[in-house]
T-cell receptor, first 113, second 115 residues
Framework: DSGVTQTPKHLITATGQRVTLRCSPR?????VYWYQQSLDQGLQFLIQ???????AKGNILERFSAQQFPDLHSELNLSSLELGDSALYFC????????????FGPGTRLTVL | QKEVEQDPGPLSVPEGAIVSLNCTYS??????FMWYRQYSRKGPELLMY????GNKEDGRFTAQVDKSSKYISLFIRDSQPSDSATYLC???????????????FGTGTRLTIIP
């Protein structure tokens, strides 16, 4: 158990809908990262937050947004969902802004029908 | 061309064999190299971390980095059925302003150890 928690475990929704994924980092970790993992693209970095502020952006679509709250938990919002957004979404955390040691949560499996 | 290339496998070997997993990369700025292990339906877990070139050993696992060839390897000795998982390489470049750049992952190699 990495100490990173994600909810929900599974999410099934329809195209055009909006969903929110939640992540609680390990106790004391200040950075949160979001990744998307699909069969054909592998693990793709979406965005990093450090102590409440956006630190780095990857291949995140404009339909997606994230934030990190004062208690350091983070939410990833996915809107106008498309079939291609079906994937595993992982959250990871690290103690500081350095990216080399990241601890991953169990993931949220999103299915868009 | 992807920044990081990894043979997706699948790779099946008998128990006790030595396993060699590899990644190549194109970005010469990468300085930090990691191997993650991901069991089915679980999140990736950090297995090995190496800075710059050289070898690092941890129990049955050895990580090698050859920056001149832009090639990294993970060796597993005396492989066990519990080693069956997907192995992902990851790497990042230093950032002068704050720690390192984002991690770039390979697509992963699915490994099965046959009892």
């Amino acid at each position: 158990d990495s100490g990173v928690t994600q909810t929900p475990k599974h999410l099934i929704t329809a195209t055009g809908q909006r969903v929110t994924l939640r992540c609680s980092p390990r106790s004391g970790d200040l950075s949160v990262y979001w990744y998307q993992q699909s069969l054909d693209q592998g693990l793709q970095f979406l965005i990093q937050y450090y102590n409440g502020e956006e630190r780095a952006k990857g291949n995140i679509l404009e339909r997606f947004s994230a934030q990190q709250f004062p208690d350091l938990h983070s939410e990833l919002n996915l809107s106008s969902l498309e079939l291609g957004d079906s994937a595993l979404y992982f959250c990871a955390s690290s103690p500081d802004s350095s990216t080399d040691t990241q601890y991953f949560g169990p993931g949220t499996r999103l299915t868009v029908l | 061309q992807k920044e990081v290339e990894q043979d997706p496998g699948p790779l099946s070997v008998p128990e006790g064999a030595i396993v060699s997993l590899n990644c190549t990369y194109s970005n010469s700025a990468f300085q930090y190299f990691m191997w993650y292990r991901q069991y089915s339906r679980k999140g990736p877990e950090l297995l090995m971390y190496t800075y710059s070139s050289g070898n690092k050993e941890d129990g049955r696992f050895t990580a090698q980095v050859d920056k001149s060839s832009k090639y990294i390897s993970l060796f597993i000795r005396d492989s066990q059925p519990s080693d069956s998982a997907t192995y992902l390489c990851a790497m990042s470049a230093p950032n002068l302003n704050f720690g390192n750049e984002k991690l770039t992952f390979g697509t992963g190699t699915r490994l099965t150890i046959i009892p």
